[in-house]
C-alpha cells in the first residue's frame, strides 16, 4: 500500500540524522515539502541534499523557545502551512543514578525533551493548526514506560511527552496529537548503549534484531497520514517484542 503526504507540509526537529532524518525522509517520499531543523546548518544541508524532493532547512535548538518560533515563522513564509509537525530532537547529557543528577543538567534535559515538544506545539498551532487541523507526532521512548537504571532523567522526560501527548490530544480536537515510543535504534544518539548492551538486547527480543531509523520512520508516516485519521492521544511502542516474552520453539 503506498502512503501519500501529497500537498501536506511537514516540519521535523532534530531532522538531520537518525530517527528525525529517516522520518523526513520517508515522508519527501511520500510527497509531502518537508522544512527540515537541528542545531547545524551544515549537517542538514548534506541531510536534505540526499532526499529527492522539495526540502528546505533551518538551524535551531530545539529547546530553545524563541529559535523555535523563528524556524515555524520561516516554514510558514517558505511553504504557507504546518500540517505536521514531529517533535523529534531530543538530549541526554547525564547517565547515572537519579538522585546523582545536578541541577544544570537536569534543567537542559527537560528544556530540550519537555519544553521544546510543548512550545514547538504551540508554535505550530498558533502559526497553522489551529485554523487548518494538522497532526502533531511526538517522539517519546520506551523508557518513558518503565523505570531503568542510568536513564531515570532521560526518562521521566519521556514520560512526560507521554502524557503531554494524550493532554494536547484533549485539548486540541481535530488537530491529531499521538506519539512513538520507540526500543533501542540503532542511532548515533544511542551509541554508547548499542556498543556496551546492543548484542545482549538483539539476542534477547523475539525479532532477534535492534531498531533501525526507518522502523520508526515507517510507524510515523502511517500515524500522520490520512489512514490514521481516527487516531489521537495515543502512543505506540515500537521495540521489536522487548515488551513480550519470546515464544520461539
Not at 499521538?178 to 548503549?193: C, D, E, Q, Y
Not at 538483539?202 to 497520514?225: M, Q, V, W, Y
Request: with cysteine.
Amino acid at each position: 500500500m503506498e502512503i501519500s503526504l501529497r500537498g501536506k507540509t511537514a516540519l521535523v526537529t532534530g531532522a538531520s540524522r537518525g530517527i528525525g532524518k529517516a522520518i523526513a525522509n520517508s515522508f519527501v517520499d511520500a510527497g509531502a515539502q518537508v522544512m527540515l531543523t537541528s542545531r547545524k546548518i551544515d549537517a542538514l544541508h548534506a541531510a536534505a541534499n540526499e532526499m529527492d524532493g522539495e526540502t528546505d532547512v533551518f538551524a535551531a535548538n530545539a529547546g530553545d523557545i524563541e529559535q523555535a518560533q523563528a524556524c515555524v515563522d520561516a516554514t510558514m513564509k517558505r511553504f504557507g502551512k504546518i500540517d505536521i509537525l514531529v517533535n523529534n530532537a531530543a538530549t541526554n547529557p547525564y547517565y547515572g543514578d537519579t538522585l546523582g543528577v545536578d541541577s544544570a543538567r537536569f534543567d537542559k534535559t527537560f528544556q530540550v525533551n519537555l519544553k521544546g515538544p510543548l512550545f514547538w506545539s504551540q508554535a505550530a498551532w498558533n502559526a497553522s493548526m489551529q485554523n487548518n487541523p494538522g497532526v502533531i507526532l511526538n517522539i517519546a521512548s520506551v523508557g518513558g514506560l518503565r523505570a531503568e537504571h542510568g536513564l531515570g532523567v532521560y526518562n521521566l522526560t519521556k514520560a512526560a511527552v507521554i502524557h503531554l501527548t494524550s493532554q494536547l490530544a484533549c485539548e486540541l480536537g481535530k488537530t491529531r496529537v499521538v506519539g512513538i515510543a520507540p526500543g533501542l535504534v540503532k542511532t548515533l544518539f544511542a551509541s554508547v548503549l548499542i556498543e556496551n548492551f546492543g548484542d545482549k538486547l538483539a539476542a534477547a527480543l523475539p525479532t532477534k534484531r535492534l531498531g533501525e531509523p526507518e522502523d520508526i520512520a515507517n510507524l510515523a508516516l502511517f500515524l500522520c497520514s490520512d489512514l490514521a485519521s481516527w487516531i489521537t492521544g495515543e502512543t505506540y511502542v515500537i521495540d521489536g517484542g522487548a515488551g513480550v516474552r519470546s515464544g520461539a520453539m
